[in-house]
C-alpha cells in the first residue's frame, strides 16, 4: 500500500500524465502546468501532496493548497485543487489527499501568525461524491461559480467607450503598479475576498508567454485607471484540445466609473479582438451572484452558461496543522 508523498522535481511528468488523463474536462499543457507550479508563496515540495501508484513512476492522485487572493489578508484565504485518478476513486485516497491540504493550511496559517485561515475547494455541482467528502470534512457550500462560453464570435456589436475615456493596450514594465490597484479597487466588493491580485503574481503573470498586450485593454480616465479588459489565447492550450477560443480572464470597472457603459464596451473590445486574431469562441467564468450583475451583462453578449462549480469553504487554525 502506498502513502501519500509531497511533490518532488521529477514527478512531473506523471503529473503531467494524471491531469491529462483522469477522464475530468481539465487538461493542462507542460508550460500550463510549469506556471501553475511557479506561483507566489506556493512551495511544491511542502504544498503539493501526491499519491504514487504501488509500482513504476505513475501518479494517482494529487492535491495542493495555496495562499489565494492578494496573499496579505489578516485572514489568509487558501485555495485547495486536486486530481484524482480513475483507479483510486473507490479507496481512501480522495478522503487523505484533502486531510492532508487541511493539515497543510494549519500550517501555513500558523506560519503567518494569523489566527485562522479560510480554506476553499471547488467542483463540478454533478460531482456528488467530491461534495460528499468535501462535507463530511467539515467544509460547506459557500457561493455557486458559473463556466460561461460565447460558442461563436459572429454578429459582434461594436465597442463604444464613454467619452473622456481612452483605451490602449497593456504597457509590460509600465502598467503593472497601477493595474494592480485598479484591480483591487474593482473588485473589493467581491463576495468573499478571493478575488484579490498581488504585485508578484501579476508582474509574473504578464511575463507568460500567453499575455498578448493587445488582448489586455486598459480604460484611462486622465491619469487612473477607470477599467480593464483582459483576454488571453493560450495556443498549446488550444492546440491540446482542438479548440480556437480565447479566454476572457478580467473585466473589472473601479466603483466610480459603473454604470457609463465601460464594462461592456470593454467586454465588446476583447471580443471583437478575439474574433480579429482568428478566434472562434470565448470562455469565461462568473461568480453566479456578482453584486455588479456581471452575468447577466454577459447573457445578453451572446455567454450562455455551460457548467456550475459549487466552493466550498471552512476555517481553519493552527492548531489543526500542528504536529501530532
Same mark, same amino acid.
Given at each position: ?17 494524471? &491531469? ?39 501518479l ?25 485518478? %480513475? ?7 480522495? @478522503? ?11 500550517? &501555513?496559517?500558523a ?23 468535501f462535507?463530511?470534512?467539515?467544509? @460547506?457550500q ?5 463556466? &460561461? ?8 456589436? %461594436? ?31 467581491h463576495?468573499? =475576498? ?16 500567453w ?9 484611462w #480616465? ?6 480593464f479588459g483582459?483576454?488571453i489565447?493560450? #495556443? ?17 470597472v473601479?466603483?466610480?466609473? @459603473?454604470?457609463?457603459?465601460? =464594462? ?5 473590445a476583447?471580443? +471583437?479582438?478575439s474574433r ?20 447577466h +451583462?454577459?447573457?445578453?453578449? =451572446? ?9 466550498? @469553504? ?8 500542528a504536529?501530532?
Amino acid at each position: 500500500m502506498t502513502t501519500l508523498r509531497t511533490y518532488r522535481a521529477d514527478d512531473f511528468d506523471a503529473l503531467a500524465s494524471l &491531469i491529462n488523463g483522469a477522464g475530468s474536462s481539465r487538461t493542462m499543457t507542460p508550460t500550463g502546468l510549469r506556471e501553475f507550479l511557479d506561483y507566489p508563496w506556493f512551495m511544491p515540495e511542502s504544498d503539493l501532496f501526491v499519491l504514487p501508484a504501488e509500482e513504476g513512476r505513475d501518479l494517482l492522485g494529487a492535491r495542493d493548497v495555496r495562499v489565494w487572493a492578494r496573499g496579505d489578508e489578516a485572514v489568509p484565504i487558501l485555495e485547495s485543487w486536486g486530481v484524482l485518478h %480513475p483507479r483510486a476513486r473507490e479507496g481512501a485516497a480522495r @478522503r487523505e489527499l484533502l486531510e492532508a491540504a487541511l493539515h497543510r493550511a494549519g500550517q &501555513i496559517v500558523a506560519g503567518r501568525g494569523a489566527e485562522r485561515g479560510i480554506f476553499e475547494v471547488r467542483c463540478d455541482i454533478e460531482d456528488a461524491s467530491s461534495m460528499r467528502l468535501f462535507e463530511s470534512c467539515g467544509l @460547506r457550500q459557500a457561493r455557486i461559480l458559473l463556466t &460561461i462560453l460565447r460558442p461563436n464570435l459572429e454578429n459582434l456589436a %461594436p465597442a463604444r467607450f464613454p467619452e473622456g475615456i481612452a483605451v490602449r493596450p497593456y504597457r509590460i514594465g509600465q502598467d503593472e503598479e497601477a493595474w494592480v490597484r485598479a484591480f483591487n479597487d474593482a473588485f473589493a466588493d467581491h463576495w468573499g =475576498g478571493f478575488m484579490g491580485m498581488s504585485l508578484p503574481l501579476w508582474t509574473k503573470y504578464v511575463h507568460r508567454p500567453w499575455f498578448k498586450t493587445e488582448m489586455s485593454l486598459v480604460a484611462w #480616465d486622465g491619469p487612473e485607471i477607470a477599467g480593464f479588459g483582459h483576454f488571453i489565447i493560450h #495556443d498549446e492550450q488550444n492546440a491540446l484540445t482542438g479548440k480556437k477560443q480565447s479566454l476572457m480572464r478580467y473585466i473589472g470597472v473601479r466603483p466610480r466609473w @459603473r454604470g457609463i457603459g465601460l =464594462g461592456v464596451a470593454l467586454t465588446r473590445a476583447g471580443l +471583437i479582438a478575439s474574433r480579429d486574431a482568428g478566434m472562434m469562441a470565448c470562455l469565461s467564468g462568473v461568480d453566479s451572484e456578482n453584486v455588479t450583475g456581471a452575468h447577466h +451583462i454577459y447573457e445578453r453578449e =451572446g455567454f450562455v452558461t455551460t457548467k456550475r462549480h459549487v466552493m466550498y @469553504r471552512k476555517e481553519v487554525h493552527p492548531d489543526e496543522g500542528a504536529t501530532a
